[in-house]
């Protein structure tokens, strides 16, 4: 008997192990877990949602005074932050 390939049918092999490895671990991971959170995470948390709900305030904000063209740049700072951002990065 001549075999030719021997290569797929080692790949073939290695991906039915590969298969088999991953189904085991799945069951080992599927086992519930107690997570508690200690009361600094939470207010941690509670900081992060009440400025993101800052955030999304503000950003309404722009939104509409873009809108309606009363939004006003000011050159003086975004020159400002050009400088510092070229003297920073150079």
Do not use: C, H, P
């Amino acid at each position: 008997m001549r075999i030719n390939d021997v290569k797929s049918g080692f790949i073939t092999y290695q991906n039915q192990q590969n298969r088999s490895n991953i189904q085991d671990i799945q069951k080992k991971t599927s086992a519930s877990a107690e997570v508690k959170i200690s009361s600094r995470g939470r207010e941690i948390s509670q900081a992060m949602m009440s400025e993101q709900a800052q955030r999304q305030n503000r950003l309404q904000e722009l939104k509409q005074q873009i809108t309606d063209g009363t939004y006003k740049v000011d050159s003086s700072k975004v020159a400002a932050k050009m400088i510092e951002f070229w003297k920073s990065n150079s």
